[in-house]
């Protein structure tokens, strides 16, 4: 199966997520190319783009295979990794951009969240819909009351529901057509890749400092928790039924 492109092209460096026929779903060989994609990108790279190959998804998150195959001891081990994912997404000494067009849900939900700035298309749909296999979201899904508020950001954590991104004010810092989205991201990137990387840099670091008291505790914390409910048998049972409940069906609706 294919992995993430990465490309370097006028300053900018742009990773496609490239599995459009099981809606760009990722593995764990793919969160480490995005981890290092991002940790330590060349002199010449000013700001990075994250988005998705076709357009039904950005990404539908981690392929549910992950779950399925991964032993009931070694939930911390896995969520470890997204986090370092996430976590190099959010500390990525440039700009970044995630561009969502159709499904952005679960781990992929939490990349987008991380980056710097969203652009949408008005058919992106947002989830956390890891309760769905008896998993709680974690990482930086902790961020998302940052974005959408404490309430809803609660209801989109314990429904497991996707919604639509005019549901979500706060989130998408720009909204665009597919046939605009290009303009509008090329638009921000002009503005931001006119400031020094300097500047971008400690501005950044300052934002990290501003969140971490409460975040990092709450992502510490989170990562406990998930490799206990995964060790669960009650776990380890939704997990393996949901692949042949859902095969073939699209995320659920709001």
Not at 119 to 144: C, M, Q
Not at 192 to 211: D, G, H, N, R, Y
């Amino acid at each position: 199966m294919a992995g993430p492109r990465v490309v370097d092209a006028g300053g900018v460096r742009t990773i496609t997520l490239d599995r459009p026929e099981v809606r760009n779903a990722l593995t764990l060989d793919d969160l480490d190319v995005i981890a290092a994609a991002v940790t330590q990108p060349p002199a010449g790279v000013r700001a990075i783009v994250l988005t998705g190959a076709g357009d039904r998804a950005f990404s539908s998150g981690m392929h549910v295979q992950t779950f399925i195959d991964t032993p009931p001891d070694k939930g911390r081990e896995l969520i470890r990794r997204v986090g370092a994912c996430t976590g190099a997404v959010r500390l990525a000494p440039v700009p970044t951009i995630a561009v969502v067009r159709g499904y952005c849900l679960g781990a992929a939900f939490e990349i987008a969240l991380a980056c710097d700035l969203r652009v949408a298309t008005p058919d992106a749909r947002f989830g956390l819909p890891e309760v769905l296999l008896g998993i709680p979201s974690v990482v930086d899904a902790a961020l998302l009351q940052h974005h959408v508020g404490l309430s809803r950001a609660k209801e989109l954590v314990l429904t497991g529901a996707n919604y639509g991104v005019d549901a979500l004010p706060g989130l998408a810092n720009r909204v665009a057509a597919a046939d605009q989205i290009k303009a509008v991201v090329d638009e921000l990137l002009s503005t931001l890749m006119s400031l020094t990387p300097e500047v971008i840099a400690a501005q950044k670091a300052l934002f990290e400092t501003w969140l971490n008291e409460g975040l990092q505790t709450g992502i510490d914390a989170s990562v406990d928790v998930f490799g206990d409910v995964f060790a669960l048998p009650v776990t380890q049972q939704v997990v393996a039924g949901y692949r042949a409940d859902r095969k073939g069906a699209p995320p659920p609706p709001a």
